[in-house]
């Protein structure tokens, strides 16, 4: 369902854009889903990150530590889940750790002060990146490279801690949608009663997934959607404009005291809201 971008009203991932990216990128794992929302930004999306990390998941780019001509063994721990790129604001404090020894404090300053690109801040954590890489055995030269590789992408980064908290509700929503779809659907448009346009669009989804609806009814109807019996959705008669909550209680409370409404006559004789 994901991999066909089947993802109307699942959470983060519905716009048209995303749908997109996530055709061609196809993920096959929540690690790819934690990447895709990081992904799904204007930094990465104009900076060519996006299209150089599909190509790499898909191997039409050979996969790098971080770099073809510069990279290090020790950085593949760090970066293999992104397929090498650098995508998230930890693994640039984890570069740091690796390859010169920083501390987690010291990595949290070298991550702030390449996202304020300060020129005296960052010729003073150059100076500390390479130092602490000699220390490590590791060449100044090639230190300095993926120094620039990572001050490159460290503007683009985002929080893996929230990408992940985010990925993980689009999970859950997207697995209710797979094993529960009338019901999620029915939730979904209860959560948007109040927006014509997009209950539209949801209901040609309902269509589209095969789900049947069936159409405002007085003597089967809730003032929210829900599923009966069958499996079939009944729309909400709080979904229809003009109709209040109060009113559609009132109906509620006549039908359960005295059954179904007969005809037009009898719903007026039975409710007096």
């Known amino acids: 369902m994901l991999q066909r971008s089947e993802t109307t009203a699942v959470f983060q991932l519905e716009s ?17 889903m934690i990447a895709l929302v990081a ?5 990465p999306l104009q900076s060519g990150m996006v299209d150089n990390f599909i190509d790499r998941k898909h191997g039409r780019e050979e996969i790098s530590y971080p770099d073809v001509q510069w990279q290090h ?3 593949k721990p760090v970066l293999e889940p992104t397929y090498g790129i650098i995508l998230y604001q930890e693994q640039v404090m984890q570069i740091a750790q690796v390859l010169s020894g920083y501390t987690l404090g010291g ?3 070298l991550r702030r002060a ?12 150059r100076s500390i990146f390479e130092d602490g890489a000699k220390k490590n055995g590791i060449d100044g030269e090639l230190a300095m490279k993926i120094f620039d590789l990572v001050e490159k992408f460290a503007g683009y980064g985002f929080n893996k801690s929230h990408s992940a908290a985010y990925a993980l509700v689009s999970y859950q929503t997207l697995w209710l949608k797979a094993h529960y779809p009338a019901e999620f659907m029915a939730a979904v448009m209860t959560a948007d009663m109040d927006n014509t346009e997009k209950v539209v669009g949801l209901v040609d989804e309902c ?10 009814d007085i003597n089967s109807g809730l003032y929210h959607f829900h599923v009966n019996d069958d499996g079939e959705i009944v729309y909400g008669i709080g979904a229809i404009k003009g109709v209040g909550e109060g ?13 179904y409404f007969r005809e037009l006559f009898d719903l007026c004789a039975r409710t007096r809201y």
């Open 107 to 109: 990595a949290d300053m």
């Open 114 to 125: 390449m996202g304020k690109k300060k020129p005296e801040e960052m010729a003073k954590q």
């Open 16 to 32: 048209r854009g995303m749908k997109d990216l996530i055709k061609r990128l196809q993920p096959d794992c929540f690690e790819d």
């Open 73 to 75: 063994e020790s950085l």
């Open 207 to 216: 269509w589209r997934m095969g789900l049947k609806i069936l159409p405002p």
């Open 247 to 259: 009113p559609i209680e009132a109906i509620i409370e006549a039908r359960n005291n005295g059954g």
């Open 39 to 43: 992904l799904f930004r204007p930094g």
